[in-house]
């Protein structure tokens, strides 16, 4: 298992540039199942997740052969199966993505019933309800979730999507996705308003679909006999995006993120502006310029889209641990995922948890030690911590973070981070 040796303390400087969203490239390839026309996906970046989608887009008949540059392509050649294995679904919880498109096409799915994670508990219901509610009728069986699509029904529907925490992001992929190819009119209620969600309902569109309301929480559909093929570019991670400013703040750095949307970051920006940090907006991206003394302390809520997202939640907790002041960090989506404060801990952050709330009593620094990543947005809390930090930090099991970031290392070593992937 690798792990990641950096000596911190150095200010990142220069510029880099974001890949493609893996959340949006997740959902994009499994809507590729919806046609039999070749399809080409751009942007799509070397992670982890990707390799596990495009293994069990082949399970399903799928050719697919990817190029140098993010291009994937894909085209169906045998419609046969429907079935995505749990050896390949317990890898990753969004293999849950190729549902929709499975019921939408072939009709009939049977996905591994995904099991829960770090960040706490991930149930399904919502999205077997959403299916149901488009009168698919659902089993759990086996440890699998079969679907049959549902024949005749009534020409027009209502699905809510809506949670106790929100709307269901990958639910809402699975929803339209299948709303898609369903006859008659879906109105879908308390749908994600993420901006991957939106980039698959353009993609879809573009398929020939037809949606209306993308963007907003409801999403009109009406359903078509068929879509054809796709040539689309993935959009670029703002999480990534978000991971990349922490990091050039935390150092007081002076980095040029390029890609990064400020539209779609709105959230993030503000309590930059608010810790004194400086971000200038560039056509290219987005310029961040750290230096000027510890960060002010700021309360941090995560929300559904355009509120703060929660995938970004640890990296602000390592921003706000070296703050000059007391800071809330409260998480609303998932209560459980605060994983990275002991860590955090251990390199000196005095942070203190009550229910899902975490008060953060900012540090003058942090002292490098050996820290485990545990999931993917805590191990980047952890690099972003160890960039910053005095002396050595080791991050061990980074193959978490090879789940969602590409080649970060050689991305930070570019701004100037000594930072080296070890084999442990
Ligand atoms: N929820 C339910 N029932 C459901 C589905 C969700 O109660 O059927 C709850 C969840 O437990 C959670 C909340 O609703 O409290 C939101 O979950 P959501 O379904 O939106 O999460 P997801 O679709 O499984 C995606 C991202 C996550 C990101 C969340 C929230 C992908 C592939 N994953 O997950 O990304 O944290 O939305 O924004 O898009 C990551 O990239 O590190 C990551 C975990």
Not at 269 to 278: E, F, K, Q, S
Request: proline content about 7%.
């Amino acid at each position: 298992m690798d792990r990641f040796r950096i000596e911190g303390g150095v200010p990142l400087t220069g510029a880099v540039e974001v890949s493609g969203a893996k959340n949006s490239a997740l959902p994009l390839l499994a809507a590729t199942l919806l046609t039999d026309e070749p399809c080409v996906l751009r942007g799509v970046p070397a992670l982890h997740d990707v390799s596990t989608m495009l293994k069990i887009l082949e399970v399903l008949g799928v050719e697919v052969t990817r190029e140098p540059g993010g291009v994937v392509r894909t085209q169906v050649r045998d419609p046969g199966s429907h079935r995505a294995p749990r050896e390949l679904v317990k890898t990753m919880r969004a293999s849950i993505c190729v549902l929709g498109p499975l019921v939408g096409r072939r009709g009939e799915a049977e996905v591994s019933f995904p099991g829960g994670c770090v960040i706490g508990p991930r149930p399904v219901d919502l999205h077997l309800r959403g299916l149901e509610a488009l009168g698919a009728e659902v089993r759990v069986e086996e440890g699998y979730i079969r679907v049959r699509a549902g024949r005749g029904g009534p020409d027009e529907r209502e699905v809510y999507l809506g949670g106790p925490f929100g709307p269901t992001v990958t639910g809402t992929a699975n929803v339209l996705s299948a709303a898609v190819l369903t006859p008659g009119t879906t109105v879908l209620q308390a749908a994600a308003c993420e901006p991957e969600i939106a980039d698959l309902a353009r993609a879809l569109v573009a398929m020939g679909a037809r949606i209306e309301g993308i963007g907003s929480p409801t999403l009109v559909v009406e359903g078509v006999e068929a879509l054809g093929g796709l040539d689309h570019q993935v959009i670029p991670d703002r999480i990534e995006a978000g991971t990349l400013l922490a990091a050039a703040a935390a150092t007081g750095g002076d980095v040029l993120v390029r890609g990064a949307d400020p539209k779609v970051l709105t959230a993030p920006l503000d309590l930059l502006a608010r810790m004194g940090t400086r971000v200038e907006r560039r056509p290219e991206g987005l310029r961040v310029r750290g230096g000027g003394g510890r960060p002010r302390p700021v309360d941090v809520v995560t929300l559904p889209y355009p509120g703060f997202p929660t995938d970004l939640q640890a990296q602000w907790m390592t921003l706000l641990a070296l703050a000059d002041g007391n800071s809330f960090v409260t998480e609303k989506i998932y209560p459980e995922r605060f994983i990275h404060i002991a860590e955090l801990q251990r390199m000196g952050a005095r942070i203190r948890k009550e229910g899902p709330t975490a008060i953060v009593s900012g540090v003058e620094r942090l002292s490098g030690c050996e820290v485990m990543a545990s999931d993917l947005r805590a191990s980047a809390a952890l690099v972003v911590a160890g960039l910053a930090a005095e002396g050595t930090t080791l991050v061990e099991r980074v193959y978490h973070i090879d789940r969602g970031y590409e080649r970060i290392e050689t991305k930070l070593e570019a701004l100037g981070a000594r930072i080296r992937r070890e084999a442990a």
